[in-house]
């Protein structure tokens, strides 16, 4: 069936049942390597909003996972244009809990070129955790410049601006279930 897509939105590039599908295997192999154990899933704000909530209600369906899954979140802020970062990343909100001693998997939506988890690895792992990974709904590998860890991925990225399910254009559009791509004509030349 046709959908109809927002204004702005050229084409669906990744559907919310590919979404739901990446989730659960990362979930799955989250719940093997936390088997048995207590995890504070650390999701980063504003992007990861849903893979973090969808990741830990995955999670919760798997009967020998985690003992128990609790949430944290972050907020970061990186700067740069519409395209892409520049590198420089701040902290705008800390966890609500300290991770000293626990296991973390920090939860993003995209990683690109990877500074602000290269950013969130370093200040988080200063914080003697008991371990820390990170879980990337979305790798974007083709303008990385940073080397970063991703222990699980969800799926590979096109080379598009890529707008939905938590990704934003100046704010809009991160609240589509599905990933999309925008009309070039919205982006700035
Ligand atoms: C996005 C995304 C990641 C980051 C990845 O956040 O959520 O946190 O960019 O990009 P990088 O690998 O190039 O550093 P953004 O700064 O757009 O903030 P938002 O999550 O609030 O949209």
Not at 148 to 171: A, S
Request: a negative charge; proline letters at 5%; glycine letters at 6%.
């Amino acid at each position: 069936m046709q959908q109809t897509l927002p204004p702005g939105i050229e084409k669906v590039l990744i559907s919310a049942d590919e979404i739901a599908a990446a989730n659960a295997r990362m979930a799955a192999a989250i719940a093997r390597d936390y088997a048995g154990a207590s995890l504070v899933l650390v999701g980063v704000l504003k992007g990861a909003v849903f893979v973090t909530a969808d990741l830990a209600r995955a999670l919760s369906e798997i009967a020998d996972g985690p003992s128990d899954v609790q949430l944290d979140f972050i907020a970061v802020s990186s700067y740069g244009n519409a395209h892409r970062s520049s590198g420089e990343v701040r902290l705008i909100q800390d966890t609500t809990h300290a991770i000293e001693g626990r296991h973390v998997v920090v939860v993003e939506d995209i990683i690109d070129n990877g500074h602000t988890l290269h950013y969130l690895r370093a200040m988080l792992g200063n914080r003697s955790p008991a371990s820390l990974r990170a879980a990337v709904l979305l790798d974007k590998p083709y303008h990385r410049a940073v080397d970063v860890t991703v222990d699980y991925v969800g799926l590979t990225c096109p080379d598009e601006f890529v707008v939905g399910y938590g990704l934003d254009y100046q704010e809009r559009y991160r609240t589509l279930p599905y990933l999309a791509k925008l009309r070039p004509e919205v982006l700035p030349a």
